[in-house]
């Protein structure tokens, strides 16, 4: 079963920072298109960012452009989301997500509605909980 560990989440202060990272257990994420999603109690979960296996396609949800930036780092077998300017409606859990073939062939990152409405994605981690709060 291809495994997801996300780190980095906490509690931040509003106009704070946080950076999150996704790595993999049992395989490597080369071959992965990664993305993250968050979901709030008694909310619908939403889709945040996605980029895939070269780092050339990137996308965003439109709460977050411009503050929030997704890399990856394959000599870390890492994808990082540093998230900036945090406000409280950023509260969320935070889990990445990803997906190999044939979705990487078709750019699954190149929009943010086609990483958001794709179905099959492969491994999902346990989620780690960022609380923006005074």
């Given at each position: 079963?291809?495994?997801?560990?996300e780190s980095?989440?906490g509690?931040?202060?509003?106009?704070?920072?946080?950076?999150l990272s996704?790595?993999?257990?049992?395989f490597?994420?080369d071959?992965?298109?990664v993305?993250?999603?968050?979901?709030?109690?008694?909310?619908?979960?939403e889709?945040v960012?996605?980029?895939?296996t070269t780092?050339?396609?990137?996308?965003?949800?439109?709460s977050?452009k411009g503050?929030?930036?997704?890399?990856?780092d394959?000599t870390?077998?890492?994808?990082?989301l540093?998230?900036?300017?945090?406000?409280?409606?950023?509260?969320?859990?935070?889990?990445?997500a990803?997906?190999?073939?044939p979705?990487t062939?078709?750019d699954?990152?190149a929009t943010?509605?086609?990483?958001?409405?794709y179905?099959?994605?492969d491994?999902?981690g346990?989620?780690?909980l960022?609380?923006v709060?005074?």
């Amino acid at each position: 079963q291809l495994q997801l560990v996300e780190s980095g989440g906490g509690l931040v202060q509003p106009g704070g920072s946080l950076r999150l990272s996704c790595t993999s257990s049992g395989f490597t994420l080369d071959n992965y298109a990664v993305g993250w999603f968050r979901q709030a109690p008694g909310k619908e979960r939403e889709g945040v960012s996605c980029i895939s296996t070269t780092g050339r396609s990137t996308n965003y949800a439109d709460s977050v452009k411009g503050r929030f930036f997704i890399t990856r780092d394959k000599t870390k077998n890492t994808v990082t989301l540093q998230m900036n300017n945090l406000n409280p409606e950023d509260t969320s859990t935070y889990f990445c997500a990803a997906t190999g073939e044939p979705a990487t062939s078709q750019d699954i990152c190149a929009t943010y509605d086609r990483w958001v409405k794709y179905e099959h994605l492969d491994a999902w981690g346990q989620g780690t909980l960022v609380t923006v709060s005074s």
